[in-house]
């Protein structure tokens, strides 16, 4: 009998019912000559402290460091999981051949082997290696096994993982805990999750400390178009203003117009990274929101394995994109236009040096009813895919220099000559970043201008969110915004893909972080922790970075696994000696772990004005107060942008204006008079920058679940404990009903 195991049970069904396993039995389906089971993830893990030696148990100080000579895995210590377990080994016991199908990753290797190596199986095992859960995906992986030899280098650098995790984890969080922790707090200190919160804190601590500077901007308007000082900013207010009262008296005259086409080509394929960083900036999911759903679909079977690094594609693949566009029906408005040619092979898609495990994530053509989440997350995948096999985008670039006197001015603008890969995100609503339509400048003409002279201030960093914390862990805390070179820096990233979600979640629950609607800050308990720690290694997001990349050359063959263990023990041991012998004595204890201060960024609301912030329109002029309404400097001259002191019969205030711009509504007011009628509700802009108002809706005694929200239109009525709400409820619906 051939045994195969798998990850989960719900992978197992569907490798059962491709190999004619169709008899359910307890733990495993068999049939057709084959078992196949499964492990619930984790059935084994590495040996707590106490099962190596009975007293450390005690979390005493001399008991660190604790090294063992070697590391013992066992079957973890759970009902459920044992009685799996037992299921597993005796049909191990009378196979002929063991066929690993756990996840194509590391930690899929982890898992299985731990597991046949704790039921003593000894026998043939092979492995099965699949990017897909589909039927044809299935039954080619079958038909290629590979010998379970091929992947001893990736269990290693699994096992030296987890290894390292338990050195450091065990050994520094039971360190701080009794050295420095409170009444019943545990200082939890790991590999990667401190360096991360290191990140931070220290993000934290600059803005909080940022002193804005003043600089001056000269500008000037002619023909509608805003010009700026071509050589930027003045730090001194009299060099700026020596040149404002000099460009005054002169025509503005253009001197050259240059225009340069470019190329701009279609957003990467995404690597796992890249799908968190754009589901929450563009929908608000958290890290590991997106990873489940991407799970998910890949258990669906309409996405290849989620779990990746890499945003190419291997040559052989290339064979099969006009099979699996054509059964896209769904998208066939952009994928017609691909199937009537020959599709487009670009050496940025497709790069066999550039894949290992596993290639970028995309759709595999078989397409099913989606949540509405899900669906979000599998269009942009399919989207990226289709554009990839689009033309290049070509665009014209355009560069003009005027002048006043003998003082130049510079303006650009972008025109897309040919749309290309951009029409496949047209219906996303997304115009084209950065596009600025110029007017037709000829060299040599001459006219009135308006200059303007304006002081401005530096501004702190951005506090991270999860998609900027990601990008951070992805390059160890460097800023980097090119993707190539982001790429080159994978190797060194803090985490794996697969594991940076968890790490942000773990955080989250020993409440070292917290949630600011998308910022993410540490709390007070958090920068504790961090100021605490005096050793920098540990809190060194280059250092973890190194150990990643070690851990990726076990994966190579280039490393032993041996020379990782080594340097992670030399370490704990001088960790433990540093600890121990400092003088300072510090306590954490549990806390209202609210973030650290208030920023000083953000000064409160009732100390901004609506005169001279910038223009939400045009982005480009400032707000001045008229006789009955508030707006843009340049009205008339290119923006019609106003805020009316009265809406509806009704005086809104400077505040409410304020909210509006900061949160892009109003809250409810009540006074509007709307056709006679009084009406309450909030104002918004709608899609010109006029104000529109939003009546308040109101709560219907007959709300039921299942019906549709009345507020999205798309989401579904879900009963809760005290009240009904918007099934898009993570999507950004807040339609609540509360029962009484």
């Known amino acids: 009998m051939k045994v195969c195991i798998a990850e989960k049970p719900s992978v197992a069904r569907e490798i059962a019912a491709v190999l004619g396993a169709n008899t359910k039995r307890d733990g495993y389906f068999e049939g057709n000559g084959y078992a196949v089971t499964y492990t619930f993830g984790h059935l084994c893990t590495l040996c707590e402290p106490s099962d190596y030696k ?121 360190l701080y805990t009794v050295k420095h922790g409170g009444y019943k707090q545990v200082l939890s200190v790991g590999r990667v999750q401190t360096p991360t919160l290191a990140m931070l804190v220290n993000r934290y601590k600059e803005i909080e400390n940022f ?36 460009v005054k008296e002169h025509e503005f005259e253009i001197v050259s117009i240059t225009k340069k086409k470019g190329t701009e080509y279609a957003p990467k394929l995404f690597d796992l990274t890249g799908l968190q960083v754009y589901c929450n900036t563009k929908f608000g999911f958290s890290a590991d929101d997106t990873l489940k759903i991407a799970q998910r679909l890949y258990e669906k079977k309409v996405v290849t394995y989620p779990r990746v690094d890499t945003t190419f594609l291997p040559n052989d693949i290339y064979p099969k994109v006009k099979g699996i566009l054509s059964k896209l029906t769904d998208y066939s408005e952009f994928t017609q236009p691909l199937l009537t040619k020959k599709i487009k092979k670009s050496s940025k898609v497709f790069n066999d040096k550039k894949v290992t495990d596993h290639h970028a994530i995309i759709p595999t053509g078989i397409q099913t009813h989606l949540q509405p989440a899900e669906q979000q997350v599998y269009d942009i995948i399919t989207k990226r895919f289709i554009a990839v096999f689009y033309d290049d985008c070509k665009v014209s670039n355009t560069t003009v220099i005027g002048k006043a006197d003998d003082v130049n001015f510079k303006t650009t603008g972008k025109e897309i000559l040919s749309k290309g890969w951009r029409v496949v995100f047209e219906s996303d609503g997304s115009k084209s970043k950065g596009e600025s339509i110029l007017p037709t400048f000829t060299k040599g003409e001459k006219g009135p201008h308006e200059p303007s002279f304006l002081e401005k201030q530096t501004k702190p960093p951005k506090h991270y969110t999860e998609a900027s914390l990601l990008r951070a862990m992805e390059t160890a805390g460097k800023q980097v915004d090119d993707d190539e070179l982001r790429d080159l820096m994978k190797e ?56 990643e990349k070690q851990l990726k050359d076990i994966e190579k063959g280039e490393i032993s696994a041996n020379t990782f263990i080594k340097g992670m023990k030399r370490m704990v041991d001088a960790l433990v000696y540093e600890v121990r012998s400092e003088n300072v004595e ?83 007011l009540k006074g509007f008079k709307i056709n006679g009628k009084s009406i309450e509700g909030l104002l918004r802009f709608d899609e010109n920058f006029k104000l529109k108002l939003e009546p308040k809706i109101p709560a219907k005694s007959t709300t039921k679940a299942g019906d549709a929200c009345p507020k999205c239109k798309t989401g579904r009525i879900l009963k809760g404990k005290t009240a009904f709400g918007c099934s898009n409820y993570k999507t950004g619906c807040d339609f609540r009903v509360n029962f009484n």
Not at 500 to 526: D, S, W
Request: net charge positive; with cysteine; glycine share 8%.
């Open 54 to 174: 009975p007293y450390w148990k005690s979390w005493d100080l001399n008991n660190l460091p604790m090294l063992p000579e070697k590391f013992k895995v066992k079957v973890s210590d759970d009902k459920g999981i044992k009685k799996q377990f037992k299921i597993v080994k005796g049909l191990f016991d009378k196979a002929e051949v063991v066929i690993n199908c756990g996840d194509a990753g590391q930690e899929g290797e982890l898992i299985q082997r731990w597991v046949i190596n704790e039921a003593k199986y000894k026998g043939k095992v092979q492995r099965l290696w699949i990017s897909s859960l589909t039927t044809e995906a299935i039954k080619e992986g079958f038909e290629n096994l590979k010998p379970a030899e091929n992947y001893d280098n990736l269990y290693y650098a699994g096992f030296s993982r987890s290894i390292g995790d338990w050195l450091l984890g065990i050994n520094a969080t039971r």
């Open 586 to 668: 510090t306590r954490i204890s549990a806390v209202n772990n609210k973030p650290a201060g208030k920023s000083k960024s953000k000064p409160r609301s009732k100390n901004k004005k609506l005169v001279g912030a910038s223009c939400p329109k045009c982005k480009k002029g400032q707000l001045l107060k008229g006789k009955s309404a508030y707006g843009c400097h340049l009205y008339g001259k290119g923006c019609d942008f106003v805020l009316p002191f009265k809406y509806g019969e009704k005086k809104v205030s400077e505040n409410q204006y304020l909210r509006l711009l900061d949160k892009g509504s109003t809250v409810n």
């Open 211 to 246: 002193v804005p500077q003043p600089y001056w901007e000269l500008q000037t308007l002619f023909r509608d178009t805003l010009f700026s000082y071509e050589e930027g900013r003045f730090l001194k207010m009299k060099d700026g203003e020596k040149l404002a009262n000099k």
């Open 492 to 547: 060194n990233g803090i985490g794996r893909p697969s594991t940076r979600a968890n790490i942000i979640e773990t955080l989250f629950k020993r409440k070292y972080i917290k949630r600011n609607k998308k910022q993410i800050l540490p709390t007070v308990t958090g920068t504790q922790l961090i100021d605490t720690i005096q050793n920098d290694l540990l809190k060194s997001a280059e250092l973890t970075g190194h150990w």
